[in-house]
Nanobody, 122 residues
Framework: QVQLVESGGGSVQAGGSLRLSCEVS????????IGWFRQAPGKEREGVAT???????SYTESVKGRFTISQDNAEEMLYLEMTMLGPDDTAVYYC?????????????????WGRGTQVTVS
């Protein structure tokens, strides 16, 4: 069973940076994709960034050039480096994983989720 535990959220001023971490366990060869999603109050959950097992990363348009997703070689930690943060980035950020496919626009296809970490930008 895949288990995901996020950390690193907090409050930051606009223009600042944060690094989110996700501790990953239970990953198997069948887990093709892992990524970050976020949900702001009153809004639907949206994909932020994903990374495939082969290392290919994808980002939603609004974070391109500001956020970077990465994974350690042992695939035990997933990171999201966030820079130039703005109030629109305020949300609960979730780590998620799935088997086949890696479309960050289909969060319902991600089968494993962490509990989230709050990011507040003021």
């Amino acid at each position: 069973q895949v288990q995901l535990v996020e950390s690193g959220g907090g409050s930051v001023q606009a223009g600042g940076s944060l690094r989110l971490s996700c501790e990953v366990s239970g990953i198997t060869e069948g887990t093709n994709c892992i990524g970050w999603f976020r949900q702001a109050p009153g809004k639907e959950r949206e994909g932020v960034a994903t990374i495939r097992r082969d290392g290919r990363a994808s980002y939603t348009e609004s974070v391109k050039g500001r956020f970077t997703i990465s994974q350690d070689n042992a695939e035990e930690m997933l990171y999201l480096e966030m820079t130039m943060l703005g109030p629109d980035d305020t949300a609960v950020y979730y780590c998620a994983a799935r088997g086949i496919g890696c479309d960050l626009n289909t969060p319902d296809d991600f089968h494993f989720w962490g509990r989230g970490t709050q990011v507040t930008v003021s």
